[in-house]
């Protein structure tokens, strides 16, 4: 399974668009897709993570209930266009939906992780307002495979 994004090649840097006001952006989700699905996929689930030091393991999206039909996630979609009875979960800056990279000022390049879950369960049962813990816990024993897309923001 693959995922992309035509805002940035894997290993690439973010464009600012998709940052957080704080950082000169206008937080415009990030357009995502993917290929290569697994048989027997029933669901995705996203999740934007940065595990820089500095942010340990900061969320920046949580997503669940993506259709199994699903190939995609349009830019800006988050709060707005998401795919037909996808989820949004909160995030660390303690609102529901994507929130664009943000980094303190000098503490170099973040990788923001973007990785999607193609799961054999059709729903995964979630608390809207749990973090990345109880996340990762709810899709434990429904992972038939994941992919990665890593993007880069410095301030």
Same mark, same amino acid.
């Given at each position: ?63 669940? @209930?993506? %259709?199994?039909?699903? &190939?995609?996630?349009?830019?800006? !979609? ?6 037909? +009875? #996808? ?21 170099? @390049?973040? %990788?923001?992780?973007? &990785?999607?879950?193609?799961?054999? !369960? ?6 809207? +307002? #749990? ?25």
């Amino acid at each position: 399974m693959q995922i992309t994004s035509t805002a940035f090649p894997d290993g690439g840097k973010i464009p600012l668009q998709y940052v957080m006001p704080g950082a000169g952006g206008q937080n415009i989700s990030v357009p995502l897709s993917w290929s290569g699905t697994p048989a027997g996929t029933q669901s995705f689930a996203l999740s934007m993570v940065d595990p820089h030091p500095v942010a340990n393991n900061w969320v920046h999206w949580l997503v669940v @209930d993506l %259709p199994k039909d699903s &190939t995609s996630i349009p830019e800006g !979609a988050s709060g707005r266009k998401m795919p037909q +009875g #996808a989820q949004e979960l909160n995030n660390s800056f303690g609102n529901t939906g994507y929130g664009g990279p943000q980094p303190p000022r000098g503490s170099g @390049d973040h %990788p923001y992780v973007f &990785t999607l879950y193609a799961l054999n !369960a059709p729903k995964v049962e979630f608390g809207k +307002g #749990a973090g990345l813990a109880a996340f990762k816990q709810a899709l434990e024993g429904k992972i038939l495979a994941t992919a990665t897309l890593t993007g880069y923001f410095g301030r």
